[in-house]
Structure formats: structure tokens, C-alpha cells
């Protein structure tokens, strides 16, 4: 597996095979490779189950660089440096504040999908989507940019639609269409937080589609 940094700030895994779509970007940076150890794994689900919130491994040296720049005095500056050599393990587990010192970064691993590849992760995210009933825009151009899908549900004269918009590290925005735009749920994808914010200001008809999905989701 190779992990690049690429000019825009975004993280490439390249772990084999890719879907259809994938644009090759020249990288500036490469990080070392490694495997995951496996008590990285536990350790991130020990914690998540502790929390209740969704834990990532990250990239050590990446978070260290975003920390450095984001440094104002010498003194925070030296206790970054000493952090950074008594840490030097590949990975760290980190939560979303990690990904607001930088949103464009990938994570190696995830409390929600559990998976490693991003490829499979995109895919698992992607499948949910679709299971929901949203179909693809017709703009959309590949998982190495962000991609719209929408729902629209018609029965009679009542209508319900929804947009998400998916980021290639799994952040989305979940946008709800009434009289105008309007962002329910801006975050990394969350089954969980996706069936409430949609639940919470759904009409009747996404209310249904909700409970089945639910259901779906609990017997699969």
C-alpha cells in the first residue's frame, strides 16, 4: 500500500485495483508503508464504543505537519517537536477534530464502515446511499471529486427531495429542498446521523422510507 500526499492537500492510498473514474495525480510527498497493526484496530473500536463517537487512524507524520503549521509561539513549537519523536508509530487514532485542522485528509480506518481500503469504504458509503433510493447526478465525474446524489419522492401532489453531496474521504453534506436549500447534517458519514437529521425533518413520505431502511439495516 502507498499513501501520497498530492498537490491539493488530499491523501491518495494506492492499494491495488481502483473504480472507474479514478484520476492519476502526480503526488510531492510520500509516506512510509506499513501495515496496520491490529491493536490499532481495538484500540480505535475500544474507544468509540467508549465515546460513542466515530474514531479514525491517521496518518502520524501528516498530523504532525497540520499541528506544526498551525503553531504560533517557540514553546508550543518545542512541546510539538518532543511530541513528535516520543511518537513514532505510523498511526494515531484520532476523532473528527483531527479532520478540522485539515478536511481534505483521508483516514486509514473507521469506527463506522470498519474498513481499511478507501475503494471498499467509498463503496460501502455508496451502496447505503443507493440503498436509500438516491440516484447519481448526471454531473457527477468520478469518486476523486465530490459527487451528488438525490432523492426525490413523489406521491400525489406531495413531494420530498433530498441531496447529499459525498466527499472522496467520506465527509457529505445532506441537504434538504423545500421553499430553499437546507443543510441537515454536514459531517463523516454516520448511518446513524443520516437516518435522524432525515427523519427529523422529513415529511410523511421519507418517514416510511426511513422506518424501512431501518429495518433493512438491522436484518442485513
Same mark, same amino acid.
Given at each position: 500500500?502507498? @499513501?501520497?500526499?498530492?498537490? /491539493? ?5 494506492? /492499494? ?9 495525480? %502526480? ?25 460513542? %463517537? ?16 498551525? @503553531?504560533? =509561539? ?9 511530541? %513528535? ?12 477534530? /483531527? *479532520? =478540522? ?27 447505503? @446511499? +443507493? ?8 454531473? =457527477? *465525474? ?21 441531496? @447529499? ?14 421553499? /430553499? ?9 454516520? +448511518?446513524? +446521523?443520516? *437516518? ?17 431502511? +431501518? ?6
Amino acid at each position: 500500500m502507498n @499513501i501520497i500526499q498530492l498537490p /491539493d492537500g488530499t491523501i491518495q492510498i494506492d /492499494d491495488g485495483s481502483k473504480p472507474d473514474g479514478h484520476v492519476e495525480e %502526480e503526488s510531492t510527498f510520500t509516506y512510509e508503508r506499513a501495515e496496520i497493526e491490529q491493536y490499532f484496530i481495538d484500540e480505535c473500536e475500544k474507544r468509540s464504543e467508549e465515546t460513542g %463517537e466515530t474514531h479514525f487512524l491517521f496518518d502520524t507524520k501528516l498530523s504532525h505537519l497540520v499541528k506544526r503549521k498551525n @503553531i504560533l =509561539n517557540k514553546e508550543d513549537r518545542r512541546e510539538s517537536d518532543l511530541s %513528535e519523536l516520543l511518537e513514532n508509530e505510523a498511526y494515531h487514532i484520532g476523532t473528527e477534530m /483531527d *479532520f =478540522n485542522m485539515m478536511p481534505s485528509r483521508f483516514s486509514y480506518y473507521d469506527t463506522e464502515t470498519k474498513l481499511k481500503c478507501r475503494y471498499e469504504k467509498y463503496s460501502f458509503v455508496l451502496d447505503f @446511499i +443507493k440503498s436509500l433510493g438516491f440516484e447519481a447526478s448526471e454531473f =457527477n *465525474f468520478g469518486p476523486e471529486m465530490e459527487q451528488s446524489y438525490i432523492l426525490h419522492l413523489r406521491e400525489g401532489e406531495t413531494q420530498e427531495k433530498f441531496i @447529499i453531496r459525498l466527499q472522496p474521504n467520506l465527509f457529505l453534506k445532506l441537504i434538504h429542498m423545500r421553499d /430553499d436549500f437546507n443543510t441537515i447534517y454536514n459531517g463523516f458519514f454516520s +448511518k446513524t +446521523k443520516i *437516518f435522524e437529521a432525515i427523519d427529523k425533518h422529513s415529511g410523511i413520505l421519507s418517514k416510511v422510507l426511513i422506518r424501512d431502511a +431501518k429495518i433493512k439495516d438491522i436484518l442485513s
